[in-house]
């Protein structure tokens, strides 16, 4: 299984970015997805989740609540985070995961996905 996170990079801040995840070697519409963050004090912060269906049901960190549009293309086996008003707080590495819901659930629990990919830094600027 791969997920390849992509999308990062330098913003100022109030600028959008849009992160993607390229899945391959599972079959992507069983899968529930998340994004995470890796912050100088939080490990693994749970940003936003999906579940397996495009346009599915998603969830979102109080920290980006409304900043933030958790997508999903199945046809294309990739995921997304659209993130506008780009705070410097916002600053992590950024993680795709998967979790194997069984069903049509998502997670807001790191320790619950059974997948991660390499993560794609953002940095945002004041």
């Known amino acids: 299984v791969q997920l390849q996170a992509s999308g990062g990079g330098l913003v100022h801040s109030g600028d959008s970015l849009r992160l993607s995840c390229a899945a391959s070697g599972l079959i992507f519409n069983r899968y529930a997805m998340g994004w995470f963050r890796r912050t100088a004090r939080i490990d693994r912060e749970f940003v936003a989740a999906?579940?397996?269906?495009?346009?599915?049901?998603?969830s979102y960190a109080d920290s980006v609540k409304g900043r933030a549009t958790i997508s999903r293309d199945n046809a294309k086996n990739t995921l997304y985070l659209q993130m506008n008003r780009l705070k410097p707080e916002d600053t992590a590495v950024y993680y795709c995961?998967?979790?194997?819901?069984?069903?049509?659930?998502?997670?807001?629990?790191?320790?619950?996905?059974?997948?991660w990919g390499h993560g794609t830094l953002v940095t945002v600027s004041s």
């Open positions: 995961a998967a979790f194997d819901s069984q069903g049509p659930g998502y997670s807001e629990d790191a320790g619950e996905y059974h997948y």
């Open positions: 999906i579940n397996w269906w495009t346009g599915g049901t998603t």
